[in-house]
Structures are given as C-alpha cells and as structure tokens.
C-alpha cells in the first residue's frame, strides 16, 4: 500500500487502534500523518551526550605519523581530540534544555574538557530576546529587529530538537512529514515503515508491546538512511532504546539514543538523564537577561568581562570589569545604510568622472 502524508507523532503515536492487523496500522499512520507535531510544553530535559572515538588504533596511529613534525597542519585539532577520547574515554557533554514551547527556550552546555572561558555555553531564545552567556561573556540581541551575522541564537533550536525529537517519537514527527510512504509491514510484535523523498529512502523498525489499558504500544528501535542521493549518508542510522513511562510528560520515553555513521561506529550517544515540569515563572527567571553583579539562576557568578548588547538603541561593547572604560560603540543598522549611501555617491562621482576623461579624449 502506498500513500502519501505527514506523520507526526504526538502521545497518540504510541497509542494505535486495538486491532493490529496490516490494514488497521496504515490507517493509524495515515491519521496521525493530518496532524501537528505535539512536544511536550514547560518541561526540563537533563540529557548526557557522550562522543567516543572515532578512529580505530591503526587509523589513530596513522594520524599521528603524518602530523609529527607538522604543527600547523589542519588535522591537529583532530588528532589531539582522538587522543583524549583514547586515553579517558569517550567526551562527555551536559546538556539541560528548559522548554517552553517552539521559539521559547534555554539551553546549558557544559563541556568539561575545554578551556574555562568557553567552558559553559547557555543560549536563550524568546520572542522579547534572546542572549547567549560563557564564563566571561554576554551577547544581547533583540528578535523582533532581525539576529545579526554570525548570533542567529534561533537556529540552535533545530539541534536541540535533534535530540529531545529522538527521545519523544525517534524524530519520526520531524522527518516523516510530508514524505511517500512506500511500504509497511506490521506482525504480531514488530512492524516496519518505509518511507521515500527526492531520493531520499527512510526505513523505521520498532517493537509493539502492550500498554496499561491492553491496547498497543508502537515503539521506535531503529531508524535508517537506506537510500540518499549524497552517497556518503547511505547507512546512516538511529537506535532509540530503554523506552521508560515518564509522568512528567505522562509519556513514553527513550531514555537512550545512538546515533551510528555510516561506516557503523559509534558517532555519540544521548542519554536522558531526568525530565521534570517548569512553572512560567521558573521560566520567566531563567530567561531574564543577565545582569551584572547578580547570580545566574543555574550558573550562580558569573564574572563576565564583555558584554555585546546587539539591540537597535544600544550597539555597544561594554566592559563591567573595567568601571573607567567606556562603551565601545557599534555600526547600528542607520549607520551601514548610511555608510552604503556614502560608497554609493563616491562610485557615482567616479563613474562621471571617467564619462567626462573620455568625452575630453574624444575631443
């Protein structure tokens, strides 16, 4: 059976019709494919990522033999974070994602293992503002007027999904919407669904198991890339594991997500590590823009040393530790427009200037 649709996996998508004959299961996917993705709201997400390595002794070993000498060669940085990972095992990240809803977030990284000046990395973005935070930094930015070059905080949602969407759904919401459903296959305690785009060939597998009220549950073990027409993600794949009841979300979750490359290692691991519910008020606190002198709900003091408040009537570097230095100024939207008006009169000056030269050559 072949048809087209979005699936979207809501607290629905592991909670089909009773009868599970082949038939049945199409129908299910084909309703839940009309409706929106539903994430959860006003939840905390305390996730581990975990980075093994990625080269095999031979290959470590090789690197090694064609960088020795070379300091400024390209694969260094590579090199030196293989040999971490081989020595104190695999990179360990602490990721805590407060979400209220899409476009309403926080996010606190922290890598150990990194310099202390970027060793945290907190991001939040609202419709009112958006900041990011480090060890010694604060950058402002105001989403209504536009996120300048290089401070689109707003993008990083869609990596932070990367991992919650695993753990909810196996991203089935985020990636299946809109896509040919080419096969499905549904037997007594598994079933399977296949599903194409532009070249692009997905495949789902998972497990059915029986929920409290006796009706099927459809649990997502594994995703895959079966066919892509960039050839290097063929085999790419997903496997969503220790599938717990969370009353928190009053959900399922994957509490484990591995992530595979194509050449079958390890690329990172996501582990849940704890979920809990957020008042608006919580969130109201953990959004505020920092200020100088008063401790960070999570972070507690923070001695920031530059603040670069993007926002429209502002435009400025500001040093805290410095109270006799003043504000270093910025381009603010006027002043490039006004700054293009100029280039714009000085190229048309010139371009009269050369039609008079060759009309008096001419002459």
Request: glycine letters at 6%; proline letters at 7%.
């Amino acid at each position: 059976m072949r048809f087209r649709g979005v699936i979207v996996a809501a607290t629905i998508l592991l909670q089909p019709p009773a009868d599970g004959d082949r038939g049945k299961f199409v129908e299910w996917l084909f309703a839940i494919s009309q409706k929106e993705p539903l994430r959860p709201t006003d939840v905390i997400y305390d996730i581990v990522i975990a980075e093994p390595v990625q080269l095999s002794a031979s290959e470590l070993r090789s690197l090694e033999a064609s960088i020795a000498g070379r300091p400024d060669h390209p694969s260094r940085e590579q090199l030196k974070t293989e040999q971490r990972r081989a020595i104190h095992g695999p990179d360990a990240t602490g990721m805590t994602v407060f979400w209220s809803r899409e476009g309403a977030w926080r996010s606190n990284v922290l890598r150990e293992w990194v310099d202390p000046k970027i060793r945290f990395l907190d991001t939040c973005v609202r419709p009112d503002r958006a900041w990011r935070l480090t060890p010694e930094q604060l950058a402002i930015v105001d989403p209504a007027s536009g996120y300048p070059p290089g401070r689109d905080y707003a993008s990083n949602e869609a990596t932070i999904l990367h991992d919650i969407d695993g753990m909810l759904d196996g991203s089935m919401s985020r990636r299946l919407r809109g896509m040919t459903i080419e096969q499905t296959s549904l037997r007594e305690n598994t079933w399977t669904a296949r599903a194409s785009r532009d070249g692009r060939i997905f495949e789902y597998s998972g497990t059915v198991t029986s929920g409290s009220n006796g009706s099927p549950l459809f649990e997502p073990q594994l995703w895959r890339i079966a066919a892509h027409p960039d050839k290097t993600f063929v085999g790419q794949s997903e496997r969503y594991e220790q599938w717990e009841f969370n009353e928190a979300t009053g959900r399922r979750l994957a509490h484990r997500v591995v992530f595979v490359r194509a050449d079958g290692a390890v690329e990172r691991t996501s582990t849940l590590s704890g979920v809990r519910r957020m008042t608006q008020a919580e969130f109201d606190q953990l959004t505020a823009i920092p200020e100088i002198g008063v401790p960070d709900p999570v972070r507690g003091e923070v001695r920031i040393a530059k603040v670069f408040d993007l926002r429209p009537n502002v435009h400025a570097i500001k040093f805290p530790l410095e109270p006799n230095r003043e504000p270093m100024p910025l381009p603010g939207q006027g002043q490039r427009v006004n700054n293009l008006q100029t280039v714009g009169i000085v190229l048309a000056c010139l371009i009269v200037a050369v039609l008079v030269w060759l009309r008096v050559r001419r002459k």
